[in-house]
T-cell receptor, first 111, second 112 residues
Framework: QQQVKQSPQSLIVQKGGISIINCAYE??????FPWYQQFPGKGPALLIA?????SEKKEGRFTISFNKSAKQFSLHIMDSQPGDSATYFC??????????FGTGTRLQVFP | SQTIHQWPATLVQPVGSPLSLECTVE??????LYWYRQAAGRGLQLLFY??????ISSEVPQNLSASRPQDRQFILSSKKLLLSDSGFYLC???????????FGSGTRLTVV
């Protein structure tokens, strides 16, 4: 019940295309859902986060879509660029508790 | 502003040698601190976390230990390294879990 399932494991997208990464969870007590971006050899960095009281949050080309009833949330990267090539992790937690991370998605954007 | 420091950036150690990785946070007090390990091309495995000085919770029983001797210092140790201890070690902090984790730049450990 504490797991966060992430898919796909890897994703190849053409430059300018839309990258979509999906996550699903079971614990309905989760109330914080962040996405992290990790470049090779670097620590993950917080990209965008959402709380369950909204269904969508957009920051630039990055959008989180959240479906509370389905217990799913996804990251959409619009107009994907080669510089977006990285590993992306979704995560979930209850306030003040440790984050449960997904297994990661390696995104490659080709020119 | 808050910053997190991890060192060293890379480390090559022989099997059976000891290990000490240090993580410090500046600009905040009483942070929650975490140690993660990431195998090559894999996900983030939580090893230890601490909510206060001297308070350590272990997530995975293994050849490692952690200590928090000061409020903003978190140390990962081993008495005798194994080949399987190789990986990318990441320290992270959060203030009460409200704003999500901030990760350090990591230590690449290779046990030979």
């Amino acid at each position: 019940q504490q797991q966060v399932k992430q898919s796909p494991q890897s994703l190849i997208v053409q430059k300018g295309g839309i990258s979509i990464i999906n996550c699903a969870y079971e614990n309905t007590a989760f109330d914080y859902f962040p996405w992290y971006q990790q470049f090779p050899g670097k620590g993950p960095a917080l990209l965008i986060a959402i709380r369950p009281d909204v269904s969508e949050k957009k920051e630039g080309r990055f959008t989180i879509s959240f479906n509370k009833s389905a217990k799913q949330f996804s990251l959409h990267i619009m107009d994907s660029q080669p510089g977006d090539s990285a590993t992306y992790f979704c995560a979930a937690s209850t306030m003040g508790d440790k984050l449960i991370f997904g297994t990661g998605t390696r995104l490659q954007v080709f020119p | 502003s808050q910053t997190i420091h991890q060192w060293p950036a890379t480390l090559v150690q022989p099997v059976g040698s000891p290990l000490s990785l240090e993580c410090t946070v500046e600009g905040t007090s009483n942070p929650n601190l975490y140690w993660y390990r990431q195998a090559a091309g894999r996900g983030l495995q939580l090893l230890f976390y601490s909510v206060g000085i001297g308070q350590i919770s272990s997530e995975v029983p293994q050849n490692l230990s952690a200590s928090r001797p000061q409020d903003r210092q978190f140390i990962l140790s081993s008495k005798k390294l194994l080949l399987s201890d190789s990986g990318f070690y990441l320290c992270a902090w959060t203030f009460g879990g409200i704003y999500g984790y901030t990760f350090g730049s990591g230590t690449r450990l290779t046990v030979v």
